[in-house]
């Protein structure tokens, strides 16, 4: 048994997978011969076929650990797309409003500007978000995340939200087109 827990390649999870699979051995023998823990070769002989299906798409073989799950990933891509179109409009994405650009006698830029940084002002407050909004998605029974933000749209216009809450950041956070 090994004293502490190792974190493997691909590659090295690939040869437990085939040693398995030509030898036919033990979850305690494959963990003896590998060094491993039982656990660990349990889960490696369980997911046996999801590696391999990683190792034949070519990811990086000294790839120890995969943190993201499919839908991290989705949220990592739509995040990323919604910040590109947000810069593309020169919308400021900073705590600090530009207020340098401002005319004296310009209210409505003022107002455009103080809404724009009530917005979300960093990555990692649009992350959680996005998973807000995948939570209300789920609680609701939509499978679609696009039908709850029209539903979002309309409680926001319907005046349901009377104060700044994060239902409201998330409606002005997905506002951008």
């Known amino acids: 048994m090994s004293g502490k827990r190792r974190l493997l390649t691909l590659k090295e999870k690939i040869d437990i997978v085939e040693t398995y699979n030509r030898?036919?051995?033990s979850v305690r023998d494959l963990s003896k011969r590998f060094n491993i823990g039982k656990t660990q070769a349990a889960g490696i002989v369980k997911s046996r076929s999801e590696l391999l299906s990683k190792w034949q798409s070519n990811v990086n073989?000294?790839?120890k650990r995969s943190f993201l799950k499919p839908m991290?990933?989705?949220i990592d891509k739509f995040c990323y797309d919604w910040f590109v179109k947000a810069r593309n409009k020169g919308i400021p994405l900073s705590a600090q409003p530009e207020t340098a650009n401002i005319s004296d006698d310009s209210d409505e830029e003022a107002e455009i500007i103080s809404n724009q940084t009530?917005?979300?002002t960093n990555y990692q407050q649009a992350i959680r978000l996005v998973k807000d909004l995948q939570e209300f998605s789920k609680n609701k029974g939509d499978s679609s995340a696009m039908e709850m933000l029209s539903d979002l749209e309309?409680?926001?216009?319907?005046?349901m939200f009377k104060t700044k809450t994060r239902q409201t950041m998330l409606f002005e956070f997905f506002s951008v087109p």
Not at 154 to 159: A, T
Request: proline share 0%; no cysteine; hydrophobic share 35%.
């Open 154 to 159: 309309l409680h926001f216009q319907d005046g």
């Open 23 to 25: 030898e036919k051995l």
């Open 118 to 120: 009530n917005n979300v």
């Open 61 to 63: 073989t000294d790839m």
């Open 72 to 74: 991290g990933l989705n």
